[in-house]
């Protein structure tokens, strides 16, 4: 039995046309390496007999994937198989043009890639899109096996057309090949050892390219990237552990170190590092699913992405400028919304400017600002909130999204930048004032715990004399008589006191400064663990920026009254300026139990 490099693992995308042989080589290589559950091929190569039909190698994939029935691959699956060098993960990214939204997300903790064309169909527009898309996310290290070469009768100059053609492209997209081997993974040729049918070939064959291929080793030595998948509490037998769970993308951590996470700047040190059914460890790798402890609990998110305090920040802002693969039915335009999922970040994105358009398979470019299905783009989004992310020049890992419309993912690419969207000196004195911030020694969790509710910001906003003083106070005074931990602030409250240094006038840069002090002494309000309700005239979308930088969005909830003057504004609640406060205060208080703001202390 071989010996396995049991420390070492490589992540490797396998891409084609369909029908260009992916499944066969995938098969073949599980085969050879002996790779496969003990009686597999033979229980494969069983039930063809019994159907009486020809053994293909592509059935030990479909096999595996129970796929049999459909016959093509429809979802990026993974395999395993070793050598003696290594582990490999491949990835089995779709061939289908209709599932290549797929390869976005399964391509994304790829090192290598094998990109699989047809010795007798030659490069097809797919073998160009996969081309260009492998190259857009980052993935330098593609080994291109032309398939098939039994065919064609093991031809030489049928192989040196296509890999003459297929070079010009890639070199078009600056892309170089490792190598281009030709293959039979229907007679394994070249798959497993340099097979003596093509004596005119003198390079390696697919096994023994990718143990020659690089791993990326120095993805431990980058700075610390965990995007947060969640955040699990354990209550079993007295255990109190909070447990900051997620995949490292990048970099290492270990315990003892301050973690902080962006956007929201919350900061702690690591207790312990946790690992189901695993010995204890004291720290984790890029490419680990984990989890840790925090000494201090503070209160983190699903989306939130995990970084060490001291190394290099990722940016954070509500407006990206991206590289995208567009693959949906309809065109990518401004006419509706889209949803943006970068890491496990979700949140609402509007297109506002498109600056190029490409057709991937031509390369050619135009420019108009609507986008069609297969074409690649440079455009600019405008978030609703905002995101922590790296530029694709520094950290791959982290600037890779994809963008769902109508709840189904279509299309991906990369950040190329992060843009100015007004906030970002604003943004910089927030990130200064959480990481000078000095916890209370009654932590945010007690006071929840204490009073049965979760600090929020009730914001409400109408036209001048919509009575919204009156609904606020009324609100805060029957959540009183409930037994919550309330406090009423108008605007006004702030204007007069805080704010009675600023200049009269209602300049723009005194608004924004207004909005400000206000949310910043909202903020203070809540890290108390008040439920705050305020007013507001005609909030803009602007001032919510503003207010959404100072405090975590999570926090604030927008309930207008009458007619709202921003149309980009996004209520919560919305009431007619005639309805009654009884009516309103049961649907504010629905939506605090519905939001999980207010709750039983008992029951959660």
Not at 477 to 492: A, E, K, P, Q, T
Request: aromatic share 8%.
């Amino acid at each position: 039995m071989s010996v396995i490099a049991k420390d070492e693992n490589m992540n490797i995308v396998i891409v084609g046309h369909v029908d260009h042989g992916k499944s066969t080589i995938i098969g073949r290589l599980l085969a050879d390496t002996k790779s496969l559950p003990e009686g597999k091929l033979e229980q494969v190569k069983e039930t063809c007999k019994r159907n009486s039909k020809p053994f293909e190698y592509a059935f030990l994939l479909d096999a595996l994937k129970d796929e049999q029935a459909q016959g093509i691959t429809i979802d990026a699956a993974r395999v395993f198989f070793h050598t003696e060098k290594r582990k490999y993960i491949i990835i089995d990214a779709p061939g289908h043009i209709e599932f290549l939204k797929n390869m976005v997300t399964g391509a994304a903790r790829a090192e290598a890639a094998i990109l699989v064309i047809d010795a007798n169909e030659g490069v097809m527009e797919n073998s160009k899109r996969h081309g260009y898309l492998l190259s857009m996310l980052g993935i330098k290290q593609v080994v291109v096996v032309v398939n098939k070469m039994d065919l064609i009768d093991y031809n030489q100059d049928r192989y040196e057309d296509i890999v003459k053609e297929y070079t010009a492209f890639l070199k078009d997209i600056d892309v170089e090949a490792e190598t281009f081997i030709p293959v039979s993974g229907f007679m394994g040729d070249n798959i497993a050892s340099v097979s003596e049918k093509m004596p005119w070939y003198e390079g390696k064959s697919v096994l023994n390219q990718l143990d020659s291929l690089e791993n990326k080793k120095q993805i431990g030595k980058q700075v610390f990237r965990m995007p947060v998948q969640g955040v699990y509490k354990f209550t079993a037998g007295g255990d109190d552990r909070r447990i900051v769970a997620g995949s490292i993308d990048t970099g290492k951590i270990a315990v003892g170190n301050e973690v902080i996470f962006y956007p929201s700047g919350k900061k702690s040190k690591v207790k312990s590092i946790e690992k189901f059914n695993a010995p204890t460890q004291t720290e984790e790798m890029a490419g680990s699913a984990t989890g840790f402890t925090l000494e201090e609990q503070i209160y983190v998110t699903r989306g939130e992405l995990a970084c060490i305090l001291g190394e290099d920040k990722p940016e954070t802002t509500t407006r990206i400028k991206t590289k995208l693969f567009w693959l949906g039915r309809e065109d990518l335009d401004t006419s509706r919304d889209y949803f943006i999922k970068v890491g496990t970040k979700k949140v609402k994105a509007e297109l506002e400017e498109v600056t190029t358009v490409l057709d991937a398979s031509t390369l050619k470019n135009t420019v108009r600002q609507n986008i069609k299905r297969h074409e690649v783009a440079e455009v600019v989004f405008k978030l609703e909130k905002e995101i922590a992310f790296d530029k694709a020049s520094k950290i791959a890992e982290t600037s890779r999204f994809v963008l769902i419309d109508d709840y189904e993912i279509s299309g991906g690419g990369i950040i190329v930048e992060g843009l100015d969207d007004g906030n970002k000196n604003l943004r910089e004195q927030v990130s200064k004032r959480d990481v000078k911030w000095i916890e209370s020694a009654v932590t945010k969790e007690e006071r929840s715990v204490r009073y049965a509710q979760r600090p929020t910001l009730i914001l409400i906003s109408g036209n001048k004399g919509d009575n919204k003083k009156e609904i606020a106070r009324y609100l805060e005074r029957g959540l009183f008589l409930d037994g919550r931990s309330v406090y009423y602030m108008g605007i006004g409250n702030v204007l007069y006191g805080i704010d009675a240094d600023i200049k009269e006038e209602n300049s723009m840069d005194n608004r924004k400064e207004h909005i400000r002090r206000f949310a910043e002494t909202s903020n203070i309000l809540l890290d108390a663990g008040k439920i705050v309700f305020a007013t507001a005239n005609n909030i803009t979308q602007d001032d919510l920026k503003i207010i959404h930088t100072v405090i975590k969005s999570d926090d604030i909830k927008l309930v207008c009254v009458g007619d709202v003057a921003d149309p980009e504004i996004s209520a919560d609640l919305h009431f007619d300026s005639d309805m009654s406060k009884d009516e309103i205060f049961a649907s504010v208080k629905s939506m605090c139990i519905n939001s999980k703001i207010i709750f039983n202390p008992y029951f959660g």
